[in-house]
C-alpha cells in the first residue's frame, strides 16, 4: 500500500505593497474611494509591475530549513509554515524592494535625489558599503491606524515631528499631514489630510541614523549598512521579526513560537509625487497657464478639470539664485 503523508501550512504574514499612483483616483485617496471601486481596483492590481521583492540568502535558507514557503503575489508577498514549524525568537526575515520599471522613480515621492552607495574600508581593510537614505521597514517599529473596526498595520514608522528641509519630506503639522513643495530655507508645503484618515507613507523617517564602525569616517547620517546579500539598487529593506513586545497584532508567531492561526497583514504604502502642471501651446511652447499647486500623478481620474500630465518626466525647477535648492517639481502639459 502506498504510504501517505500530508503537511498543514499556515500563512506565517503577508506583506502588500500598495504604491498610490496605481491606487488614487485624482485627488481622492485610495482609501476614500467606493468599498466596490476599491475592491475592483485590487483586484486588477499588481505591484510586480514596478516592484521586485527578494528575500535575502539567509532568509531562504532559514525557510528551506523549516520547510517554509514564499510566494510573491500581485499585492505583494506572503510567507507560510508548516503549523507546527517552530520559529526561533531571534529570527528574522529580510527582503530586499528594488525597481523592476525604470520610470518607477519619475512618479514616486522620496526618489527624487540620488541615493548613492558610498564604500568604506574598515581598520581591518573590510569594505562596507552604505545605502544613503534607504529605508529600513519593521514590524517592530510600524505603526497603526484605526479605519473604523478596522486595524491597519504599517511596516514605516510614525512620522517624525519637526519642519524637515527638502523637497516632498513628509511633516506633521498638530493633527494634519503636510508635504515640502520646495526646499528649505523658506519651504513651501501643502496640506495632505487629517493623519487619522491617511495611510503611513514611506518617508524620510523610515531611513535610519547610520552609526558606523569606531575608525570608518564618511558614512551617510541616515540610510543602511548594506548586508554582502544586499543589492547595489536597493530601494527599501524589510525586516520582520517573530514578536513585538508592545503590540501583540504586528506579532506573527504565539509565544511557543508556533506560526499563529490569524496572521499579520502589513502594509507598505508608496506615495504618488504631485508636481505643478503647467500648461504650453503645442504650436510654440508658450505657457498658457499654470495651477497654483501641486497636483498628484495618478493612472486612474484627474485632478482637475484639464488634461492631466504623463509620466514620461518631471522638470526640476531650481533657484536661481542657489542652484542646489529646488523650487518646485513641474510637469509640462502641451496642449
Known amino acids: 500500500m502506498a504510504e501517505r503523508t500530508s503537511l498543514r501550512y499556515r500563512r506565517l504574514f503577508e506583506v502588500r505593497l500598495l504604491h498610490h499612483y496605481w491606487l488614487d483616483d485624482g485627488a481622492t485617496t485610495f482609501e476614500s474611494i467606493d468599498d466596490q471601486v476599491r475592491s475592483q481596483r485590487l483586484l486588477r492590481y499588481d505591484a510586480r509591475q514596478f516592484l521586485t521583492t527578494t528575500p535575502s540568502a539567509s532568509t531562504r535558507a532559514m525557510l528551506d530549513g523549516l520547510g517554509g514557503i514564499w510566494r510573491i503575489t500581485g499585492l ?18 529580510e527582503f530586499f524592494l528594488t525597481p523592476a520599471a525604470g520610470d518607477l522613480a519619475i512618479y514616486t515621492v522620496l526618489s527624487l535625489r540620488p541615493r548613492p552607495v558610498v564604500a568604506l574600508v574598515d581598520p581591518s581593510g573590510k569594505t562596507l558599503r552604505f545605502k544613503d537614505r534607504t529605508p529600513v521597514l519593521s514590524n517592530l517599529t510600524g505603526a497603526v491606524r484605526m479605519w473604523g473596526p478596522d486595524k491597519h498595520l504599517f511596516l514605516s514608522s510614525e512620522y517624525p515631528s519637526g519642519a524637515g528641509d527638502s523637497i516632498e ?8 499631514l503636510r508635504q515640502l513643495t520646495s526646499d528649505q530655507p523658506g519651504a513651501t508645503s501643502q ?6 484618515e491617511l495611510p503611513v507613507y514611506l518617508h524620510q523617517g523610515d531611513a535610519p541614523v547610520i552609526v558606523p564602525p569606531p575608525g570608518v569616517a564618511g558614512a551617510p547620517e541616515r540610510g543602511v549598512e548594506l548586508t ?5 539598487d536597493v530601494l527599501a529593506v524589510i525586516r520582520l521579526s517573530p514578536r513585538r513586545a508592545d503590540d501583540d497584532d504586528f506579532s506573527f508567531t504565539d ?22 502642471w503647467r500648461y504650453r501651446k503645442k504650436s510654440d511652447g508658450s505657457i498658457v497657464s499654470t495651477e497654483a499647486q501641486p497636483r498628484p500623478l495618478t493612472y486612474f481620474g484627474n485632478d482637475g478639470t484639464k488634461c492631466k500630465p504623463s509620466t514620461d518626466g518631471v522638470v526640476v525647477d531650481r533657484d536661481p539664485n542657489s542652484p542646489e535648492r529646488v523650487a518646485q517639481l513641474v510637469s509640462e502639459i502641451f496642449v
Open 191 to 196: 496640506q495632505l489630510g487629517a493623519l487619522a
Open 228 to 232: 554582502a546579500e544586499a543589492p547595489n
Open 255 to 276: 509565544a511557543n513560537g508556533l506560526p499563529r492561526t490569524a496572521f499579520p497583514v502589513f502594509e507598505v504604502h508608496l506615495k504618488n509625487r504631485s508636481t505643478i
Open 169 to 176: 519630506e513628509l511633516v506633521t503639522s498638530g493633527s494634519q
Open 76 to 93: 505583494g508577498f506572503v510567507v507560510a509554515l508548516p503549523h507546527d514549524a517552530v520559529v526561533a525568537a531571534d529570527s528574522r526575515f
